[in-house]
């Protein structure tokens, strides 16, 4: 079964400045996707950035790019330039059975100005 | 593209009614969605997997009679929440999957979710 671990419940980060959000993983599927997603206050899931197991380069999308470390399990969130706006929950998942998303606990990032 | 609606985005109803939640994909045909439980600042917990033509899959715990799930076409899909109580109150979040044909790897976008309250 899948599983996904992220270890920090809350990280504040300076307007600005990068910040990178941690996520492992554990499956034993040798192809597999990891999707990072944004819930700010407001309750909707937005869809942030994706990587492939089989993808030769770490995914980028805009400000954010994932740091992916196979060997590790790990495909940690790189947000860049940080924005008063970046202030959400971030969740990091994995398909499982039947395409059911396996989603990690969440990490509360809070952007000072 | 990618757009999932969801209706309403809030409700509050009396102990013993019925409440009707709406998803759609406005911008692509979705043979799957799925419906999720969050209380707050929770993960999201999988309700139910929700096929066009087919009865939903349930989750382990979770009560199909109470948590009637309809995939009526491949852009709507509806939760009721029958006779609900006060412990159903909570947020639902629906997500509609965009086929790529990659399988495992396809993308599931997210309605605004409902926050349902009961009195």
């Known amino acids: 079964a899948q599983k996904i671990t992220q270890t ?57 790019s994932l740091n992916f470390q196979k060997a590790r399990k790990s495909a940690n969130l790189v947000i860049s330039a940080s924005q008063l706006g970046d202030s959400a929950m971030y969740f990091c998942a994995m398909p499982g059975y039947g395409n059911k998303l396996v989603f990690g606990a969440g990490t509360i990032l809070r952007v000072k100005s | 593209g990618a757009v999932v609606s969801q209706h309403p985005s809030r ?3 009396k102990s013993g009614t019925s409440v009707k939640i709406e998803c759609r994909s406005l911008d692509f045909q979705a043979t799957t969605m799925f419906w999720y439980r969050q209380f707050p600042k929770q993960s999201l917990m999988l309700m139910a997997t929700s096929n066009e033509g087919s009865k939903a899959t349930y989750e382990q715990g979770v009560e199909k009679d109470k948590f009637l799930i309809n995939h009526a076409s491949l852009t709507l899909s509806t ?38 309250t009961v009195l």
């Open chain 1, 8 to 64: 920090q419940p809350g990280m504040f980060v300076q307007e600005k400045e990068a910040v990178t959000l941690d996520c492992t993983y554990d499956t034993s599927d040798q192809s597999y996707g990891l999707f990072w997603y944004k819930q700010p206050s407001s309750g909707e899931m937005i869809f942030l950035i994706y990587q492939g197991s089989y993808d030769e380069q770490n995914a980028t999308e805009g400000r954010y």
């Open chain 2, 11 to 13: 409700v509050i109803c």
């Open chain 2, 79 to 116: 939760l009721t929440v029958t006779s609900a109580h006060p412990e159903d109150s909570s947020f639902y979040i629906c997500s509609a999957q965009l086929a790529s044909g990659r399988a495992r790897t396809d993308t599931q976008y997210f309605g605004p979710g409902t926050r349902l």
